[in-house]
């Protein structure tokens, strides 16, 4: 974690990774380090398994069956704020598209195909923020993290994706 990030934008960045693609070796190997994978299986159990394994294709090709599941074909959890706030999705989508053609951030290549109000994309912003404008980026944008968190933990099946939604909760 590099010395200026405070906690909250380390865990902000990591669900940001874990809602933006479907699990890969890099990701997993971030979250299986050992500081980290310790971290992570004191808020959800379930994934010390995971996290103390070298994964076979089958375990990748899961963990992708249920991201798609969850987040794609017909998303069971969509991972948007249209989904959830549909009165300010529009507003949330716009103050971030106005963000990103500024040059307020350059995105990392996975993240440059979300849409504007992506969880991850919305994450990754609030990441970067600091004091009054991290409380204000997050009422302004984040206020359907719950609802979503909420549909995350009662429909995913997989591990890795009831620990992202128990990681929204301290967001």
Request: charged share 25%; with cysteine.
């Amino acid at each position: 974690m590099p010395s200026d990030m405070t906690p909250e934008s380390a865990v902000a960045q990591l669900a940001a990774s874990l809602f933006a693609h479907e699990i890969d070796a890099s990701l997993l190997a971030s979250l299986q380090q050992p500081e980290t994978a310790l971290i992570l299986e004191k808020i959800e159990p379930r994934v010390a398994p995971l996290l103390g394994k070298e994964w076979a294709s089958q375990d990748f090709e899961d963990a992708a069956v249920e991201y798609c599941r969850l987040f794609i074909l017909d998303p069971v959890a969509p991972a948007r704020a249209a989904a959830y706030d549909e009165k300010n999705s529009l507003e949330v989508a716009g103050r971030i598209q106005f963000m990103l053609d500024s040059g307020f951030l350059e995105l990392p290549k996975r993240f440059k195909t979300l849409a504007p109000d992506h969880v991850a994309l919305l994450l990754l912003v609030y990441s970067t923020l600091m004091g009054d404008d991290s409380i204000q980026f997050k009422g302004d944008n984040l206020a359907w993290l719950p609802d979503f968190s909420a549909r995350l933990e009662n429909e995913s099946q997989h591990p890795l994706y009831l620990l992202a939604a128990k990681i929204l909760r301290v967001v």
